[in-house]
């Protein structure tokens, strides 16, 4: 199972990373040892000192495809999840600055947390989804679908002409403005709509 992740996706989390609004889908992959067995606690990790959340629609995969076109995409998902993209921020402005690949940023263990559950796309308006993220019963981040400046259809159809999609494989959709750092105590919960999706303590 690889994990893709798409980056400013949404506008408005761009801008405040001040980063340009992309013209083609960006992605990065996290290894399979990102993944976080769903209700397993989180360890904030020792090398960082600015770990941000990003809280990010997920899709799985249930057909395997390469060179897939954007009209037959929506038959190679059928669930979609909530998760976090956790980013040590520090480490990832460093890796900017010098123009460098930002694995140690992303793709550290168990960065990439996800809801047990999956929701069923048909059981789901998809356009018109919210998801919102709280922080200590704060709300700290809510997004919408229709704000996604690539569809998942586009982006399953930009990332498979790279690399053959397998089942299972997860696909980070990107996250909305509101980022911001967590420390150890912090609780994290997720919702899809009034769903609560996730609960995760950083330990
Ligand atoms: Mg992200």
């Known amino acids: 199972m690889k994990i893709i992740c798409i980056g400013r996706n949404y506008a408005d989390h761009a801008k405040e990373m001040k980063s340009e609004l992309p013209t083609t889908p960006i992605f990065f992959l996290k290894p399979d040892t990102a993944y976080l067995k769903p209700g397993e606690p989180f ?3 020792s090398f960082t000192k600015d770990l941000h959340y990003e809280c990010e629609l997920v899709v799985k995969l249930c057909k395997v495809g390469k ?3 954007e009209k037959f995409a929506h038959k190679y998902y059928k669930e ?4 976090i993209d956790f980013t040590a921020r520090d480490l990832q402005e460093q890796c900017k600055a010098k ?3 930002w694995e140690i940023a992303k793709a550290f263990e168990h960065s990439a947390p996800i809801s047990k ?3 069923q796309k048909e059981d789901l308006n998809w356009d018109q989804l919210q998801f919102t993220l709280k922080k200590n019963d704060e709300i700290v981040q809510v997004g ?3 704000d996604m400046i690539f569809k998942v259809d586009q982006i399953i159809a930009y990332v498979s002409q790279f690399m053959t999609l397998k089942t299972g494989d997860l696909i980070y959709t990107g996250t909305p403005a509101g980022v911001g750092p967590v420390k150890i105590g912090d609780k994290l919960s997720g919702f899809i709509n009034e769903k609560q999706m996730f609960h995760l303590e950083i330990k």
């Open 144 to 146: 919408y679908t229709k």
């Open 67 to 69: 060179n897939i076109s």
């Open 43 to 45: 360890y904030y990790p």
């Open 99 to 101: 123009g460098l690949p």
């Open 117 to 119: 559950d999956f929701i």
């Open 80 to 83: 979609i999840g909530l998760g």
